[in-house]
């Protein structure tokens, strides 16, 4: 069982930036396939960002390319989540997920969460207009 948590998440004003970050919490490990997913109360879950730490490949909602990038800087350190341009419409709380630990293993499909299995408490991002 993978164990995740996030952090990074505060206050900031439109058109702000912000970078959350994702680490394995205790003796647990950040897997091949991570992915970040946002929700709040009454909206559906989408799919951020997903990152393959073996080839370093990477993916994103259409929605919000060009305002975020997913990165690390080796397999040792955390997962990253660097947000521009931040709007109100950005106000969630974020996950950090893990999904499957082999070479190539995020799908195709990362962004409906269902090959993820170990997720983070959330950190919660608020973006004031």
């Known amino acids: 069982q993978v164990h995740l948590v996030e952090s990074g998440g505060r206050s900031v004003q439109a058109g702000g930036s912000l970078r959350l970050s994702c680490s394995a919490a205790?003796?647990?490990?950040?897997?091949?396939?991570v992915a970040w997913f946002r929700q709040v109360p009454g909206k559906e879950r989408e799919g951020v960002a997903a990152?393959?730490?073996?080839?370093?490949?990477?993916s994103y909602a259409d929605s919000l390319k060009g305002r975020i990038t997913i990165s690390q800087d080796n397999a040792k350190d955390p997962v990253y989540l660097q947000m521009m341009g931040l709007k109100p419409q950005d106000t969630d709380m974020y996950y950090c997920?893990?999904?499957?630990?082999?070479?190539?293993?995020?799908?195709?499909?990362?962004?409906?969460?269902?090959?993820?299995?170990?997720w983070g408490p959330g950190t919660q991002v608020t973006v004031s207009s």
């Open positions: 997920a893990a999904g499957p630990d082999s070479y190539g293993a995020c799908s195709d499909r990362w962004y409906d969460g269902t090959e993820f299995t170990g």
């Open positions: 205790g003796y647990s490990y950040i897997p091949h396939c």
């Open positions: 990152i393959d730490r073996g080839p370093g490949t990477t």
